[in-house]
């Protein structure tokens, strides 16, 4: 299996930045997407921004796309999220994601494709 850990998480002002981590552990090799998914109290999870591991093509939800970044350090097994320009409104328990079946690509519609989840790190931005 597949074991994932966050970390990175903060609280910062609107417009500030933070760079999430999630590093991999177990049958890495086996993973072909990894992603991460945000879920404030009382709302729907929605996904944010995926990977394909094996060539590193990236997806992102629109809201997040020119102000996020999702990479990969393979050697480490450890993925990121660099966002910035945050908002109030991305405050949320964000998840790290992974799934060793392939889809033809890395979704983000629901997350019900992806095996394994991280415990999340709070993210909190601040007006």
């Known amino acids: 299996q597949v074991q994932l850990a966050e970390s990175g998480g903060g609280s910062v002002q609107a417009g500030g930045s933070l760079r999430l981590s999630c590093v991999a552990s177990?049958?890495?090799?086996?993973?072909?997407?990894m992603a991460w998914f945000r879920q404030a109290p009382g709302k729907e999870r929605e996904g944010v921004a995926a990977?394909?591991?094996?060539?590193?093509?990236?997806y992102y939800a629109g809201s997040v796309k020119g102000r996020f970044t999702i990479s990969q350090d393979t050697t480490k097994s450890t993925l990121y999220l660099q966002m910035s320009s945050l908002k109030p409104e991305e405050s949320a328990l964000y998840y790290c994601?992974?799934?060793?079946?392939?889809?033809?690509?890395?979704?983000?519609?629901?997350?019900?494709?992806?095996?394994?989840w991280g415990q999340g790190t709070q993210v909190t931005v601040s007006s």
């Open positions: 177990g049958y890495t090799y086996s993973t072909y997407c």
């Open positions: 990977i394909w591991r094996p060539g590193g093509s990236t």
């Open positions: 994601a992974a799934t060793t079946d392939w889809f033809g690509r890395c979704p983000l519609e629901t997350g019900d494709e992806y095996t394994y």
